[in-house]
């Protein structure tokens, strides 16, 4: 059985790290225009490198809770078979177990270099504008994609939801395009589609089924169906 998995923030959530629209949520503290877009970056590059800055810091203070745990488990047993997306920038399904992570909105321990465009494993500061290891020019951005850029990967996100045979959703609104989109794609193309999240989310009408609940209890249950 060839399954897609697409997670969001809800997923890291039991972590303690903090999901964007809930009433706790980083965009409640944050407006989304001062930090993560392009035009935000031109404007107040200093700004936008420490608040990416303090993020990757606190990677180091969280830990992969249960779901991320049976995801891992998930992706040994199924290799290729499973493929799964995150929207997620932190590194808690690689701490997880689970291999070949799709990171469609980039990585906080990622480094972009605006001159050069090569992508570098990136563990410490940003705000001190060092230079590229690439190139040697300081113009490294983090690697994450802001509102108004294309995120990664998507031919091969598309190509795994055509050949899907269970698309599920784990920990996410449902409320920023393109991944949004994703659960009636997978439908379109005749897979079964599975909601795993806190409360409905904007798209839970588009699934199959909807299981309603904290993702570190749903995901291992649902694992433990699948291998069963
Ligand atoms: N278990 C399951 N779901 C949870 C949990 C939990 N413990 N805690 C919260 N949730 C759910 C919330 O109910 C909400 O529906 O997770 C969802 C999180 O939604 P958002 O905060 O909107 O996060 P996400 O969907 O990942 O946001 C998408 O928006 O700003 C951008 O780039 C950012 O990747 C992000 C994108």
Redesign the pocket.
């Known amino acids: 059985m060839k399954i897609v998995v697409l997670t ?4 890291s ?2 972590s303690g790290v903090p ?4 009433s706790d ?1 980083l ?1 409640e503290g944050h407006n ?1 225009e001062d930090v ?1 877009t392009p035009e935000a970056y031109d404007a107040r590059p200093s700004f936008v490198q420490k608040f990416y800055d303090e993020r990757r810091a606190f990677l180091s203070k969280v830990e992969p809770n249960p779901a991320h745990v049976a995801l891992g488990r998930l992706s040994e047993l199924l290799g290729s078979d499973l493929t799964l997306v995150t ?2 920038i932190d590194d808690l399904h690689e701490r997880g177990g689970a291999h070949d992570v799709v990171h469609m ?1 980039g990585e906080l321990l990622s480094a972009l270099c605006r001159a050069c465009t090569g992508r570098t494993p990136w563990h410490k500061e940003l705000s001190d504008f060092p230079p590229c290891p690439r190139c040697g020019v300081s113009e490294l951005r983090p690697d994450v994609v802001w509102f108004g850029e294309i995120p990664y990967e998507m031919g091969r996100i598309q190509a795994a939801l055509m050949r899907a045979d269970l698309f599920v959703s784990v ?3 449902g ?2 395009y393109p ?1 949004a989109g994703f659960v009636q794609m997978a439908k379109a193309c005749g897979a079964k589609t599975l909601e795993l ?3 409905p ?1 904007d798209g839970t009408a588009f699934f199959d089924e909807a299981r309603h609940g ?3 209890e749903l995901v291992p249950a649902w694992v433990d169906e699948v291998i069963a």
């Open positions: 969001g923030a809800g997923i959530a039991e999901t964007f629209r809930d949520g965009w989304v993560a929207q997620n909105h920990g996410t609104s409320a920023v991944a999240n806190l409360v989310s904290l993702a570190g």
